[in-house]
Structures are given as structure tokens and as C-alpha cells.
């Protein structure tokens, strides 16, 4: 399968006006943070279609579809990565280099959210995990949450200490997609150990974003959810 037929795929999948939807969900106009994005309308199971379709695509075309400017295309080419990170082990150091080398291409929430924690996280389990913090701490929203949300790998082998510690750099973030996904993986962590959730909200809940808050107790009781919410624990 070329190049020019997946694209082809692409565009014949894409629907116009759920396009215009994505477009105003993702934040594409002057000065929001998906600025310039261009979408075809496809939907995620469609772009996994695609890319099992394409599953032998070569890293070079790989490497086209990443740097295309509609979002489909990345996100196929995101989701090839992730597939052949799994069924290929020998390719997995190769994979985690390309898309560290890649990040800028990888500039919306579902692209990070659908491939970082396969990819980086699962790469990074038994490594070094230096490489995290220093995305945690760049000016680039996407890196910083590639960051945090790569750890949900962790998270799943009952593994917390970076986790709290990145949501500890993160904790005063600026961006509401960041206050997000650290609510969300502290969420996550807290399926898998309440005691270790609650002892760091105790320590940081009172001055923690609203919406962060509001993400990792999303889980408890509504009783417990107030006391947070006002500040009474």
C-alpha cells in the first residue's frame, strides 16, 4: 500500500460536516490552541480502520503522514507507530527515537492521548525516566502532556512515583488541557491505590487548579467530592 492510496483512503472516508465539528472541538481558529489544524471528519475507529488497512506502511511513509497539516493523517500515522510498536519488538527502540524526535507533529490532546502511554510509556517502564521530566518542563503544551500522560503506563503496572512526582512539576500549569490530564492520570492512580491519591491530595488539594480537583476526585463519593471541592478535608 503507497502513500498516495492511503491518502486517497483518508480523503473518501471524511465527512464535511462532522470536519467543521472537529474543527470547533479541537480548537482550530486564530489564537486557540489547535490554531491552523485541518480536519477531514473521520472518525477514531475509521482512522484505526485505516491504519490496520496499512499496517506495512514503511516509517518513511510513516514519516509523511506524520508531518502532513490535516489531523487525520497524523493521527494514522500515530496509531501505525503504536500498532507496529506492539507486534514488533525489534522495532520498538527505533519507534520511541523517531517520535521523541517527532513531538512537534504530535500537537493536539487525542494524538498524545492515543499514543504516548503506548509508545514512550511502555518503552520507558525498566529505563531511565529523565527524558520525561524534561518534556514535563518544556515551553511545548504537547510535550509537557506527553509527559504526564505517557506515565499511565506505570500507572498500570501498580508503579506511582513519577506520576506524582511530574503532576508535582505540572501542579501550577497555566494551560486547562494540562490541568486535564494530570487530573486524569491522578484519576487513574486512584483506581489502582485511593490511599496514595488521597495522601497527595491532602498535601496539594487546596492549591491545585479547580479543574485538576475536580478530574482526580471524580471517582469518590459525592460527600467526599464536596469536602475537597471546599476545602473541608
Known amino acids: 500500500m503507497t502513500i498516495v492510496l492511503i491518502k486517497s483512503d483518508i480523503r473518501k472516508a471524511g465527512n464535511k460536516k462532522k ?7 479541537f480548537k482550530t481558529r486564530k489564537g486557540e490552541y489547535g490554531e491552523g489544524d485541518i480536519f477531514l471528519g473521520l472518525t477514531v475507529p475509521k482512522s484505526r480502520e485505516i491504519a490496520i488497512k496499512n499496517k ?4 518513511r511513509d510513516i514519516e509523511s503522514l506524520l508531518k502532513s497539516k490535516i489531523h487525520e493523517e497524523r493521527l494514522i500515522a500515530l496509531l501505525l507507530l ?24 504530535i500537537n493536539n490532546w487525542d494524538l498524545v492521548d492515543l499514543s504516548s502511554h503506548e509508545i514512550v510509556g511502555n518503552y520507558l517502564l525498566n529505563k ?20 504526564i500522560i505517557s506515565t499511565a503506563a506505570f500507572i498500570r503496572k501498580n508503579r506511582f512515583s513519577d506520576t506524582l512526582e511530574i503532576s508535582r512539576l505540572l501542579l501550577h500549569d497555566k ?59
Do not use: C
Open 19 to 25: 470536519a467543521k465539528l472537529l474543527a470547533g472541538y
Open 56 to 59: 506495512d506502511l514503511s516509517l
Open 82 to 105: 503504536v500498532y507496529n510498536y506492539e507486534k514488533h519488538p525489534e522495532k520498538q527502540k527505533g519507534i520511541y527515537n523517531f517520535y521523541l524526535r517527532n513531538t512537534k507533529y
Open 128 to 147: 531511565d525516566k529523565s527524558v520525561l521530566y524534561k518534556l514535563a518542563k518544556s515551553k511545548t503544551i504537547w510535550e509537557r502532556r506527553i509527559a
Open 175 to 233: 494551560h486547562d488541557l494540562i490541568h486535564k490530564a494530570v487530573g486524569w492520570m491522578l484519576r487513574e492512580l486512584g483506581k489502582k491505590d485511593l490511599r496514595v491519591l488521597e495522601d497527595f491530595l491532602k498535601g496539594h488539594y487546596k492549591s491545585m487548579p479547580r479543574t485538576m480537583l475536580r478530574y482526580s476526585i471524580e471517582r469518590f463519593k459525592e460527600s467526599k467530592r464536596k469536602q475537597y471541592l471546599k476545602g473541608k478535608i
